[in-house]
């Protein structure tokens, strides 16, 4: 299945100069759906995860159907102050603002660790989540995999995840966009 074919793309959100890739286009498609679960589980069970993550709010629509399917615990990592227990938290910049990510400390977070995203662009969020399971939960970085649906590669987020010591995969890539 020809999954940018499906994906629509916004141009100028959510700020002028911005191409945002809209996900919804897959999630409305129950075939384009189900055939993203699928490819990302694929990632998953080659990894051999124990645990999976979902970074707020696109990684939660991916990331939980592929957590069940394995029979998988599933965290929530979220945006400041949307949990309600006691929180880890790591700040970082995103290509158009600044923000910080949490995982309530009490999260059973161990072994071989996957964490979900809809879409790599700088690697920023993807990148502190990744740091916020391996300094607070003491997951090696080679235990690490981030799986997201697109790729940036011009903004170059992938690269800098590979360049910190954690396993990156993508579905799809957007060249020069």
Same mark, same amino acid.
């Given at each position: 299945?020809?999954?940018?074919?499906?994906?629509?793309?916004?141009?100028?959100?959510?700020i002028?100069?911005?191409?945002?890739?809209?996900?919804?286009?897959?999630?409305?498609?129950?075939?384009?759906?189900?055939h993203?679960?699928t490819?990302?589980?694929?990632?998953?069970?080659?990894?051999?995860?124990?645990?999976?993550?979902?970074?707020?709010?696109?990684?939660?629509?991916?990331?939980?159907?592929?957590?069940?399917?394995?029979?998988?615990?599933?965290?929530?990592?979220?945006?400041?102050?949307?949990?309600?227990?006691?929180?880890?938290?790591?700040?970082?910049?995103?290509e158009?603002?600044?923000?910080?990510?949490?995982?309530?400390? #009490?999260s059973?977070?161990?072994?071989?660790? =996957?964490?979900?995203? $809809? &879409?790599?662009?700088? @690697? !920023?969020? /993807?990148?502190?989540?990744?740091?916020?399971?391996?300094?607070?939960?003491? #997951?090696?970085?080679?235990?690490?995999?981030? =799986?997201?649906?697109? $790729? &940036?590669?011009?903004? @170059? !987020?992938? /690269?800098?995840?590979?360049?910190?010591?954690?396993?990156?995969?993508?579905l799809?890539?957007?060249?020069?966009?």
């Open positions: 299945m020809d999954l940018k074919s499906i994906i629509r793309t916004v141009p100028d959100y959510p002028p100069g911005v191409q945002f890739r809209d996900i919804t286009s897959i999630t409305d498609n129950a075939e384009a759906f189900n993203t679960v490819r990302l589980s694929v990632a998953t069970a080659r990894f051999d995860a124990d645990t999976v993550v979902g970074i707020e709010s696109r990684g939660f629509v991916f990331g939980a159907p592929v957590a069940t399917k394995f029979d998988l615990p599933f965290i929530l990592a979220r945006k400041p102050s949307k949990l309600p227990n006691e929180t880890f938290s790591k700040a970082f910049k995103l158009y603002g600044e923000t910080e990510i949490h995982i309530q400390k #009490i059973p977070i161990e072994g071989k660790v =996957v964490i979900v995203d $809809d &879409l790599i662009a700088t @690697g !920023g969020t /993807a990148m502190a989540c990744a740091d916020l399971v391996h300094e607070n939960w003491n #997951i090696p970085k080679e235990d690490i995999l981030i =799986v997201a649906i697109i $790729d &940036l590669p011009d903004l @170059g !987020g992938s /690269a800098i995840i590979r360049d910190a010591g954690y396993n990156v995969e993508y799809l890539e957007y060249e020069g966009e």
